[in-house]
């Protein structure tokens, strides 16, 4: 398939043999001959979409890292259309991103020791950082993400991090005053006072996207926790995350509305220390009743960085970094609770390869509780002489009971009637 870029007029070729990806709204192609480019072609192209294309080119995000190559926003970089239609806009192209994977890889425990066993804690404070940076950087060109979640956030080796599907954003038109709105959202990453409303009609505020963004950072920071995981001890079944989210139920808020307690699995609270905890009760506390209380992203950024430069290293395993205000490692006390699996495996652990391995006791087989076969079948016979045995006491105290059962009515009525 051939189509024509509109900045350079230019016909580009995609590799349509092999979509890189489709979705409901679009497939992925690879470009032929430039390797750094992909394009996203719509299933059904609008105006809207198109003119929403145009006010993206034309306002593009500052890069939140300049010092990096790495893309970190991949932000549309040239308009598609019908070789032979100029004003057909039928998708656009986008930098290709490499060697990165999706955020959850690297904030769920069991994925993380699977593909990336060396990321350590600080690369995840680090990740935190690096995702509000990207945030920051769009909000300060008026941009909302609206649909902030695990699925368009991709995170490299060394914590860089790439936000995608950036068309789906909300987009303010400087030229014309129009809003381009996100119409999607996932519950779970959703602000409380937008909880079962319809996205199509809501203008969305950057505040929206602080929630989302300070759910991704306690899930980076708790070992893929949601902030609003929870059980109640007196019900069989928690409400779903969506209804504790609208109710403002944060089980580590210092009053725990909704009597939601924390997760038995998830690491304590206070692991993260005063100033994370108290950006955390912002977010999801004061931020339930009165949205302008959450932290910026810049915020965020400022003290995730304070805290990545306090860290300190475990005597035991150089891969556990915690706060400095701890006075005992909480990833070797999360060891011991996982019989052993370390959250944040050893150099040594990682090179044998027996990272994926905990320290539970081995059952011991039955056989080997015996000398020889023959000895168990002894055993086993003298088992069954012993059921045997207890079958017959069974019988015999049962015939006990009726006799004695029998003697005393029989006796019962003579007392009362008299022989005769």
């Known amino acids: 398939m051939k189509l024509r870029r509109t900045s ?66 991949a932000w549309p970089l040239d308009v598609l259309t019908a070789p032979n239609d100029s004003s057909q806009v039928i998708g656009f192209l986008m930098p290709r991103v490499n060697g990165m994977q999706p955020i959850i890889d690297f904030y769920h425990p069991k994925t993380r020791r699977q593909k990336h066993p060396l990321f350590s804690y600080l690369y995840l404070l680090r990740t935190a950082s690096n995702l509000a940076g990207c945030v920051s950087a769009l909000h300060a060109r008026g941009y909302v993400i609206g649909d902030l979640n695990e699925s368009n956030i991709l995170v490299g080796q060394t914590a860089l991090v790439c936000l995608v599907d950036t068309d789906s954003f909300q987009v303010p038109d400087t030229r014309t005053g129009t809003i381009y709105r996100c119409r999607v959202g996932k519950p779970e990453f959703t602000p409380p006072e937008l909880q079962s409303m319809q996205f199509a009609w809501i203008d969305r ?29 007196r019900a069989m079944e928690s409400p779903p995350l969506e209804e504790r989210i609208a109710a403002g139920a944060f089980p580590y808020a210092p009053d725990r509305q909704g009597g939601i307690e924390p997760m038995s699995t998830a690491p304590p609270f206070g692991m993260l220390g005063q100033r994370i905890n108290e950006l955390f009760q912002k977010c999801f506390v004061a931020g339930h009743n009165d949205p302008s209380q959450r932290p910026t992203a810049q915020t965020w950024q400022k003290a995730l960085l304070e805290v ?19 006075r005992t490692c909480p990833w070797c006390e999360r060891r011991k609770q996982l019989n052993g699996l370390d959250p944040f495996p050893s150099l040594d652990a990682v090179g044998r390869h027996v990272h994926f391995r905990s320290v539970l006791r081995p059952r011991r087989r039955a056989r080997d509780n015996y000398a020889s076969i023959e000895e168990a079948m002894q055993i086993a016979a003298e088992a069954a002489n012993r059921k045997k045995n207890q079958r017959l006491l069974g019988a015999f105290l049962c015939a006990a009971v009726t006799s004695l059962l029998f003697l005393f009515i029989y006796w019962t009525f003579t007392l009362t009637y008299g022989l005769k």
């Open 8 to 73: 350079n007029g230019q016909l580009t070729t995609l590799a349509t043999s092999t979509p890189l990806g489709a979705g409901g709204e679009a497939r992925i192609y690879a470009i032929k001959d430039s390797p750094g480019l992909i394009a996203k072609i719509y299933h059904r192209p609008t105006r809207e979409r198109a003119d929403k294309l145009q006010a993206m080119l034309a306002n593009p995000p500052e890069k939140p890292f300049a010092e990096n190559r790495t893309v970190s926003i």
């Open 308 to 326: 990545e430069l306090s860290l300190a290293a475990c005597q035991d395993n150089s891969q556990h970094r915690h706060g400095n205000h701890l």
């Open 205 to 233: 505020r950057p505040e929206h996207d602080l929630f989302g963004l300070g759910v991704l950072i306690f899930q980076l920071l708790m070992e893929g926790t949601h902030p609003f995981a929870g059980k109640h001890p």
